[in-house]
C-alpha cells in the first residue's frame, strides 16, 4: 500500500500484541516506586538497561532528559499519588542536546514569528547537566522524597551507565 505509514506499522503491531495479551492484573503503582527520568533518545532501551519489568517504574522522557517544569509535574504526581520514592535521571553520551544551542529557540522565532514560551535547555556538557537536574529535583518544593536522586550517563556504544557525582 502507498500509503502505508509507520503509525499504520505500529496499529498492526498491536492488534499482534493484543492477541497475545493477558490482563497482568497490575496495580499503577510501580513496583519498585522509582522513576527514571531519560533522554528520548532512540538508542536508550530503558527498560533493558536497567533490568525493568512492566509495572515496575515511571517512565518519563523528554529531549535531553532535562528536568523541566514539566517533569517535575510528572515526579510530583509519581510521588504524591503513585507512592514512588527514588528518582533516577539517565543522559547519555551523544546527545542531540549538544549540538544544539539556545540561537534554536532565536532561529525559530525568526522563521515562525513568535518566540517559544519553553527554553530548549541545550547543553555542552552531559555530566554538568545531570548534576544540575539532580539539584533541581533535589530542591523541588513539591516532591515529598529527594533523599535517593542519583544521576547518570548512559554510554551508548558500550551500554553502561556511569554515575554522575553530584557534588
Ligand atoms: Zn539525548
Request: a negative charge; one cysteine or more.
Amino acid at each position: 500500500m502507498a500509503d502505508h505509514t509507520v503509525t499504520d506499522r505500529l496499529v498492526e503491531a498491536n492488534e499482534r500484541y493484543a492477541a497475545a495479551f493477558a490482563d497482568p492484573g497490575m496495580d499503577a503503582r510501580p513496583v519498585q516506586r522509582v522513576a527514571v527520568v531519560a533522554c528520548m533518545d532512540a538508542r536508550l532501551d530503558l527498560h533493558a538497561a536497567l533490568g525493568l519489568k512492566l509495572g515496575d517504574c515511571h517512565t518519563i522522557r523528554n529531549a535531553g532528559g532535562v528536568v523541566t517544569d514539566d517533569v517535575i509535574r510528572s515526579l510530583t504526581i509519581s510521588q504524591r499519588a503513585l507512592g514512588t520514592r527514588s528518582v533516577a535521571l539517565i543522559h547519555h553520551t551523544g546527545c542531540g542536546m549538544e549540538t544544539i544551542t539556545e540561537e534554536f529557540r532565536h532561529d525559530l522565532e525568526l522563521e515562525v514569528g513568535q518566540r517559544p514560551a519553553w527554553a530548549v535547555e541545550a547543553f555542552r556538557d552531559a555530566d554538568q547537566d545531570v548534576r544540575q537536574s539532580i539539584e533541581r529535583v533535589r530542591t523541588s518544593p513539591f516532591l515529598l522524597h529527594t533523599e535517593d536522586v542519583r544521576g547518570f550517563v548512559f554510554d551508548v556504544k558500550t551500554g553502561l551507565l556511569r554515575e554522575v557525582d553530584p557534588a
